[in-house]
T-cell receptor, first 114, second 110 residues
Framework: DTGVSQNPRHKITKRGQNVTFRCDPISEHNRLYWYRQTLGQGPEFLTYFQNEAQLEKSRLLSDRFSAERPKGSFSTLEIQRTEQGDSAMYLC????????????FGEGSRLTVL | EDQVTQSPEALRLQEGESSSLNCSYTVSGLRGLFWYRQDPGKGPEFLFTLYSAGEEKEKERLKATLTKKESFLHITAPKPEDSATYLCAVRRGSQGNLIFGKGTKLSVKP
């Protein structure tokens, strides 16, 4: 399967713990995006990378959130000192600036903070 | 402020009953309007991109159209397997990210 891969698919943690999600994009895509989605809402943009450079961060991305994309391949999204309000589905997507620019999403990582 | 509004929030149809979903937007420098389908617990699945007013695209029972202020997703003779949430999104200017609406949850009963 050559689609976007996200791990883990589900994560349950206690308030105050740190969590990390990983995203492996479609191999030929140079852009990678992180979104957050809560029940009944559309995906909300968090941040995106072009190759290894982080080009934009949303105001939603507090200082407890950090994303990296070393070497322009996979990406990680870390949430420090989790809060119950962080419970959501974290979606990763990738696109190519040369192939139409459509975003292709992974299956998501669902976070539950107790 | 850039905004995407989808209506209705939920739509129930009988199998074979055609209808339309609406996506209205306010954005400066539209660089594409996107439609996605999302099944429960899954990531959004890309359907269409529209770039200019008057453009239309079709896929099976779905047809997307675009005007200067809104887009419609027409569903002809829907089947139960078309049940899903349909999301609309816009890209503005040179930004890479998409701004999504809240979606329309479609239920098709046999």
């Amino acid at each position: 399967d050559t689609g976007v891969s996200q791990n883990p698919r589900h994560k349950i943690t206690k308030r105050g713990q740190n969590v990390t999600f990983r995203c492996d994009p479609i191999s030929e895509h140079n852009r990678l995006y992180w979104y957050r989605q809560t029940l009944g809402q559309g995906p909300e943009f968090l941040t995106y990378f072009q190759n290894e450079a982080q080009l934009e961060k949303s105001r939603l991305l507090s200082d407890r959130f950090s994303a990296e994309r070393p070497k322009g391949s996979f990406s990680t999204l870390e949430i420090q000192r989790t809060e119950q309000g962080d419970s959501a589905m974290y979606l990763c997507a990738s696109s190519s600036t040369y192939l139409g620019g459509e975003l292709f999403f992974g299956e998501g990582s669902r976070l539950t903070v107790l | 402020e850039d905004q995407v509004t989808q209506s209705p929030e939920a739509l129930r149809l009988q199998e074979g009953e055609s209808s339309s979903l609406n996506c209205s937007y306010t954005v400066s420098g539209l660089r594409g309007l996107f439609w996605y389908r999302q099944d429960p617990g899954k990531g959004p699945e890309f359907l269409f991109t529209l770039y200019s007013a008057g453009e239309e695209k079709e896929k099976e029972r779905l047809k997307a159209t675009l005007t200067k202020k809104e887009s419609f997703l027409h569903i002809t003779a829907p089947k139960p397997e078309d049940s899903a949430t349909y999301l609309c999104a816009v890209r503005r200017g040179s930004q890479g990210n998409l701004i999504f609406g809240k979606g329309t949850k479609l239920s098709v009963k046999p």
